[in-house]
């Protein structure tokens, strides 16, 4: 991607510097991103503001999309932009026929985008199982979805 190594330096910018050994990062190595899920935003001048990224994946036989990094500019937040992304990048997801998309985060946040925790699907170690969570794109879709979340 074009813009790649500005994502890599917003997520840098907003994330721990160990960002890249945890487990879901085990899950995107060597596996292309899912092109038109990523998304980013930028002003006027052209500043990159925000960034969202999904990548394949799978739980048993089910294909799922796995949603993120998502990140936005520490003087950009507060605006709506990552809701904006996530949005955004949920409709298009729908529109390429995805049935399910799972991410690791708080659900109090990514429940207003009807994420909700699963408990039937594992992300590797060390991730907390609270934190797992989906949302299903096609009703039913996470219905019998049970197992360890592998790369695609």
């Not at 039937?120 to 039913?140: E, I, K, S």
Request: glycine share 12%; aromatic share 8%; with cysteine.
């Amino acid at each position: 991607m074009a813009d790649g190594a500005e994502v890599e330096a917003l997520y840098d910018l907003c994330f721990a510097p160990g960002r890249t050994a945890l487990s879901s990062y085990r899950l995107r190595d060597g596996v292309p991103t899912i092109a038109p899920l990523c998304l980013v935003l930028r002003d006027a001048e052209g500043v990159l503001a925000a960034a969202i990224r999904y990548w394949p994946a799978r739980v048993g036989d089910a294909a799922i999309f796995l949603l993120g990094p998502i990140a936005v500019h520490p003087t950009r937040q507060g605006e709506g932009l990552g809701a904006l992304l996530i949005a955004e990048s949920l409709d298009v997801a729908r529109g390429l026929g995805a049935a399910r998309v799972l991410l690791v985060g708080d659900a109090p946040y990514y429940g207003r985008f009807g994420f909700a925790k699963l408990n039937d699907v594992v992300m590797p170690p060390p991730t907390n199982p609270d934190r797992v969570l989906g949302l299903a794109l096609v009703l039913g879709a996470w219905d019998g979805v049970v197992g360890d979340v592998v790369r695609a």
